[in-house]
């Protein structure tokens, strides 16, 4: 198809590469449009989740924070953290292992995240993932 393409939350794709406990649909992806230098989805997650660590290869990743608070960790034992709120931005680099946190109990967090190519997903095990 060439030209404009409106994906429909209907047709998100679920069938993209997924965190345990996080769920992710591709909005812009070869499943929904052909889309071959960009993934672009809704990622959310319950109040109180955290996610496994993980990585996005070679990629980087730009999220943007629909609603909640967003806690994310990274670095030696997952020990560096920043926290984020509606509206805000995010950058991860390529690479780079983390740890995504909803922040809120009472609340889901809801995310958009780009980048470029595929969904690129390595989950990590790692035992400071489940604490802290």
């Known amino acids: 198809m060439s030209g404009v393409r409106i994906i429909r ?3 998100r794709d679920p069938g993209t590469a997924q965190t345990p ?3 992710r649909l591709a909005g812009i992806a070869a499943s929904t449009c052909g889309a071959t230098g960009l993934w672009m989805g809704e990622v959310s997650n319950e109040p109180g989740f955290r996610s ?3 990585h996005h290869g070679d ?3 730009g999220i943007y924070v629909v609603s909640g608070r967003a806690g994310v960790r990274w670095g030696a034992g ?3 953290r920043a926290e984020a ?3 805000d931005f995010i950058f991860i680099p390529p690479r780079l292992v983390h740890q995504e946190i909803n922040l809120s109990h009472e609340a889901p967090l809801v995310l ?3 980048r470029g190519g ?3 997903v390595v989950n990590i095990e790692m035992p400071e993932a489940a604490e802290g």
Do not use: F, T, W
Request: glycine share 12%; net charge negative.
């Open 21 to 23: 406990g996080m769920v």
């Open 78 to 80: 997952l020990r560096e």
């Open 118 to 120: 595929d969904n690129i």
């Open 52 to 54: 496994g660590a993980h």
């Open 9 to 11: 939350p209907a047709e």
């Open 59 to 61: 990629v980087e990743s």
């Open 85 to 87: 709120s509606a509206g």
């Open 112 to 114: 958009i995240v780009a």
